[in-house]
C-alpha cells in the first residue's frame, strides 16, 4: 500500500518509524528521501539531533575513566528508552517532542 504523501511509497507512520531505525544515520536517510513531508522530516531531524548528541556525549565522555564509563553507561541505557519510545509515538502517528531537540525538528520540518 503505498501512501501519496511520501516519496518512498512507504505509509506516513512506518517512514517515521523508520527515522529512528539506526539512529541519527536512518535520520539523515529520510531527511534526504523525504524532504516535502514535514511530519516525517520532524521524525527525521528530531532523530538526528537526539541521537546525534548522544553519540557526541558519549563519544567525548568516553575518554573519561571510570566517571566518564560510569556517565557513558547511563547515556547509553537513556539512549535506548528514548529509542522504542520515540519508535512507538511514531507508529501510533504522535509527535513526541523531546526537550529542544523536538523544538528545533518541529522548528526546521516546518521550512
Not at 91 to 107: D, H, S, V
Request: charged share 10%.
Amino acid at each position: 500500500m503505498t501512501n501519496p504523501n511520501t516519496q518512498t511509497g512507504l505509509q506516513e507512520n512506518v517512514a517515521s518509524i523508520l527515522c529512528y531505525v539506526l539512529g541519527w544515520v536512518s535520520g539523515v536517510v529520510f531527511l534526504i528521501l523525504e524532504p516535502k513531508n514535514k511530519n516525517i522530516k520532524f521524525h527525521a531531524l528530531q532523530s538526528i539531533f537526539v541521537f546525534g548528541a548522544l553519540s557526541v556525549v558519549d563519544m567525548v565522555i568516553g575518554w573519561i575513566p571510570i566517571l566518564g564509563w560510569i556517565i557513558a553507561a547511563f547515556t547509553g541505557i537513556a539512549g535506548f528508552i528514548f529509542w522504542i519510545v520515540l519508535m512507538v509515538s511514531a507508529a501510533q502517528g504522535r509527535k513526541l517532542k523531546i526537550w529542544i531537540a523536538g523544538n528545533l525538528a518541529e522548528k526546521y520540518a516546518a521550512q
